[in-house]
């Protein structure tokens, strides 16, 4: 028998996504996916789901679920804070964490900062695939629930508890550097002094960022006139920096339509997207040139630093205690603890406390 989430409220335009259905932009059918593929991995890794499993996108905050008859485990990946509610009170924690929701429990999700996008993974759910992903496109009906993003009162299947709850002992940095970019493919219709201006100058995220893409607001970019803003609509991918002819740049993100008419100045590098897609209205970016080979090395450290922080997850430390229950569950060798041999990545200081704990080695 499944267990049931319901959606008490779905906050800012919170969805259903998963890693996407790459192959189909031939037909017109966008990837959709997880803004920030990277995050919706480490959700899925804290509670040892499948990395490509849905789970909860969610925007700005707001969102708040509630377990029914059931106990229903969750990872929480994203710079927020969160509220467990229930009959005995409220009891507060961090994100970057696996949770249990006692029956009737409520989970209320804090505003983001830095940034603008969250993830909810669920143990165990079970949602139906639409050419081959679970992904809400909500423009075609795709995916989801209904095809359509969340709504209160919407309830999802999950599966039973497991044992124990993990954390991440090393957080995901937070990078500031310029966001890399390949220049082209139309760059030739811009000026001279607009490509210089395109990389040397800052850009602020305006209020129209959605899933689709962002527009950008900064110094403007100016056309060829022999060339013009409009040309033969042609591919377009996710990472593509269009230019209207009002100037402002405009970046293509998961939603992104697969064909525009718009000249496309550059392309943001597959390692920086995810980065820039969650940045909150308001911030500013600079862009840096790379070449395709710069690029292919920047996926694979990205690749690498994520191997790494998912080889770092290990039972939950709050508040100086150790979780016994995932302790137990890791299968010790004849129960043998070291107590000699500290990780001090994965201790917080609390009062009264001088020194990390001792780290437990499971078999």
Sequence with gaps: ????????????????????RPGFRRLGVPRAGALQPDWLRLANAL???????????FFVGGLAVRALDSPVQLALAGNFSAAVVGADGCRRLDSWRSVTLAPSETLRCGMLSPGRVGYLALAGVNIPKQLGSASTYAPAGLGGLDGRCLSPGGRLPVGECRAGQQMLRTLPALDAAPIRVVPGPQEDYFTAASLACFLG???????????????????????????????TSDATVPGSIQVPGQGQPIVLLADGQTAGGYPKIATVISADLPRLAVLAPGQYIRFAAVSVADAERAARARAAALHALIAGIGPLVEAGRLDLQAIYAANLVSGVVDARELDPVAWTATPGQDSPPSRWEGG
């Design 1 to 20: 028998m499944n267990a049931f989430l319901e959606i008490v409220s779905p906050g800012a335009l919170a969805s259903l996504q998963d890693l996407g």
């Design 47 to 57: 509670l040892g789901n499948a990395e490509d499993t849905p789970a909860i996108e």
């Design 201 to 231: 100058e800052a850009y602020q995220i305006s209020a129209a960022a959605d899933r689709m893409g962002m527009r950008l607001d900064g110094p403007v970019l100016r056309h060829r006139p022999e060339k013009g803003f409009e040309m």
